[in-house]
């Protein structure tokens, strides 16, 4: 719960207004409080932020050494660079190096399908969260 002075509000998640709603718990005591102790504010159910989906999890070096090497490796060397190792894919001493956000945004620039293949998954499961919503409305 969260008390905004801005707006005079008692700001609870849905999940929090839920435990709120049963006497005894923490969440129920603690409403009591704020309104006790604010009693001209109103309470307000706000939605939780949408946790940030990694949809390139699994993307590290090695995957994306091993799919420049299967489909253009002509690239490789590029690579070896951003990373700072050598022609070889050795380490060069204090060789300057960009970080993996760098390189991962280079990555997917020269290899779009990747991001695609990422975009299909997040609309297929986006699509099946519908459906299941869905099914549970009409139930």
Request: aromatic share 10%.
């Amino acid at each position: 719960m969260f008390t905004n002075h801005m707006t005079k509000k008692i700001e609870m998640t849905k999940t929090e207004a839920k435990a709120a709603g049963k006497p005894n718990t923490a969440e129920y005591n603690t409403l009591l409080e704020l309104m006790n102790n604010f009693p001209n504010y109103q309470i307000e159910i706000v939605k939780t932020a949408a946790k940030k989906v990694d949809r390139f999890k699994g993307l590290d070096y090695d995957y994306m050494k091993n799919y420049i090497e299967s489909h253009d490796k002509s690239k490789l060397e590029i690579f070896y660079e951003l990373r700072g190792l050598d022609k070889d894919g050795k380490k060069i001493g204090m060789a300057a190096a960009a970080t993996y956000g760098e390189i991962k945004m280079w990555f997917l620039t020269q290899f779009p399908e990747i991001e695609k293949m990422g975009e299909k998954v997040s609309k297929i499961i986006e699509e099946t969260r519908k459906a299941r919503e869905a099914m549970k409305t009409a139930a």
